[in-house]
């Protein structure tokens, strides 16, 4: 069974549970424009506090996903490819779509699906190689391309579907060898092509937050557009971007002044991105 239809099969599961559990967790709004499908299960009321253990961590980076706002334009799918210039079959974000046809609720739910960077990953333990790891720094969960070597049990274990494997495919600009094939990408800082010894050829991607775009001390800086470009292109304004530890950032005021929720919080991961409800 391939990436694709492993995910398709986590998001069908996922349809079969929600309603139920947006009933325990009281988001009534939600459950109207989800009635008759879904793709989020096991969530609960995430609180005001974004509380953990974070140890000497100086950043803890994550995103705030607003639902009534995600218009399901796919400008924030565009925009990451564009940034971080992954190939065919490759998405580092996409946009779950649930339109309901018998709902009276005129607007489908729509939700931009990153990586959760959860601060108990899955996916590290379940690597053979130690190719994938959590930043100490900033909590942002990343992979080693010199160290992978493509056995995708961290996509395996990823309960979101967030990482997708690298088979070699490139788009025509690329085998054609046009200006555009020396364009490199940004990702991790390490400007890799698609030929020769730095292609990603076999390995597992994923979304990183962008973190090519902070500055030395592992800052981003939102008014100078070094931001992730997803956030930073959304036209809906519904993806937001910050440090939780940072009681003024934007993400953090959110969460105080808004119901929010993340995904399966009953498996323990305890991701770094939230949904407002």
Not at 17 to 39: D, F, I, P, Q, R
Not at 80 to 109: M, Q
Request: hydrophobic letters at 30%.
């Amino acid at each position: 069974m391939d990436t694709h239809e492993k995910n398709k099969n986590k998001s069908e599961l996922d349809r079969r549970e929600l309603l139920s559990h947006l009933s325990k967790t009281g988001a009534g709004a939600l459950a109207v424009v989800l009635v008759g499908g879904g793709v989020i299960s096991m969530l609960r009321s995430a609180s005001a506090s974004t509380s953990a253990s974070t140890g000497k961590r100086k950043f803890r980076y994550g995103m705030v996903i607003d639902t009534r706002r995600c218009v399901g334009c796919e400008a924030c799918v565009v925009a990451c490819k564009a940034e971080n210039k992954t190939p065919p079959g490759v998405f580092n974000n996409i946009v779950l779509k649930e339109p309901d046809k018998k709902s009276s609720v005129e607007k489908p739910l729509f939700m931009s699906r990153p990586c959760f960077h959860c601060e108990n990953p899955p996916c590290v333990p379940a690597c053979p190689k130690d190719a994938t790891y959590k930043r100490e720094s900033d909590g942002i969960v990343v992979v080693d391309y010199d160290r992978c070597v493509g056995y995708q049990d961290c996509i395996d274990a990823c309960p979101y579907g967030a990482r997708t494997f690298d088979e070699g495919k490139d788009y025509p600009a690329v085998t054609e060898k046009t200006p555009y094939a020396q364009v490199p990408s940004p990702e991790y800082n390490q400007f890799r092509l698609r030929e020769g010894d730095t292609k990603t050829e076999e390995k597992v991607r994923k979304c990183t937050f962008c973190l090519h775009l902070q500055d030395q001390e592992g800052r981003y800086d939102k008014k100078a557009g070094r931001w992730p470009a997803c956030a930073k292109t959304c036209t809906g304004h519904a993806i937001h971007f910050g440090d939780f530890n940072d009681p003024d950032s934007d993400v953090s005021k959110l969460l105080k002044e808004r119901k929010s929720i993340r995904l399966k919080e009953n498996l323990g991961t305890q991701p770094n991105v939230y949904y407002l409800v």
